[in-house]
Nanobody, 114 residues
Framework: VQLVESGGGLVQAGGSLRLSCAVSGDIFSINVTAWYRQAPGKQRELVAVTISGGSTKYADSVKGRTTISRDNAKNTVYLQMNSLKPEDTGVYFC?????????WGQGTPVTVSS
């Protein structure tokens, strides 16, 4: 399984971004996909997760501003982020998991200016 993120960049506070994660390989084994982020000097943290079947969960810090979704026809996972804040700055990583393995993308940087 390979994951390639895109869509990061520089945005002003209050703006929006949509991150994309293209998934290739043995995608049919994937049952959990998620987005994590790592701010400078901090540990990687979970932002949002979606499980096959449609259930989703969000970190409290992004709840109400962020939506994770999957387009199975395009093998892509999205993270729509609205009302961005400077504290949303970090490198955003896509993660996918099957019963045995957890896979990571290379990350896409997001910078929110105040």
């Amino acid at each position: 399984v390979q994951l390639v993120e895109s869509g990061g960049g520089l945005v002003q506070a209050g703006g929006s971004l949509r991150l994309s994660c293209a998934v290739s390989g043995d995608i049919f084994s994937i049952n959990v996909t998620a987005w994590y982020r790592q701010a400078p000097g901090k540990q990687r943290e979970l932002v949002a997760v979606t499980i096959s079947g449609g259930s989703t969960k969000y970190a409290d810090s992004v709840k109400g501003r962020t939506t994770i979704s999957r387009d199975n026809a395009k093998n892509t996972v999205y993270l729509q982020m609205n009302s961005l804040k400077p504290e949303d700055t970090g490198v955003y990583f896509c993660n996918a998991a099957d019963r045995l393995w957890s896979y990571w993308g290379q990350g896409t940087p997001v910078t929110v200016s105040s």
